[in-house]
Nanobody, 126 residues
Framework: VQLQACGGGLVQAGGSLRLSCAASERTFSTYAMGWFRQAPGKEREFVAVISWGGGSTYYTDSVKGRFTISRDNAKNTVYLQMNSLKPEDTAVYYC????????????????????WGKGTQVTVSS
């Protein structure tokens, strides 16, 4: 599975960005999709995941109520709508995919997803 994320950029605190990730896989609808991020000097961090059917989502606490993950299976695309951005959201954001049918909670707990795309930089200025 090839994943191509886009939509990153520079935004002021309080602003919004929408990340998109297009997948090459024809069976995209069978994959759980996720977003992770890594800030300079910090470990990689889980952000959000959506189940293969789109019925279940999971967010890390720091983004709940501000970020929304969604998917369009007809377009083989997953989105991350980021609102009320904070400087601490600054990071490289990575799109991920996995077809092992784990629960969304397990993806959060383990951070274990099979496929990773190249990241897109999000910078939030104060």
């Amino acid at each position: 599975v090839q994943l191509q994320a886009c939509g990153g950029g520079l935004v002021q605190a309080g602003g919004s960005l929408r990340l998109s990730c297009a997948a090459s896989e024809r069976t995209f609808s069978t994959y759980a999709m996720g977003w992770f991020r890594q800030a300079p000097g910090k470990e990689r961090e889980f952000v959000a995941v959506i189940s293969w059917g789109g019925g279940s989502t999971y967010y890390t606490d720091s983004v709940k109520g501000r970020f929304t993950i969604s998917r369009d299976n007809a377009k083989n695309t997953v989105y991350l709508q980021m609102n009320s951005l904070k400087p601490e959201d600054t990071a490289v954001y990575y799109c991920t995919a996995d077809d092992r049918k784990y629960s969304v909670g397990r993806y959060y707990e383990t951070g274990d997803m099979d496929y990773w795309g190249k990241g897109t930089q999000v910078t939030v200025s104060s």
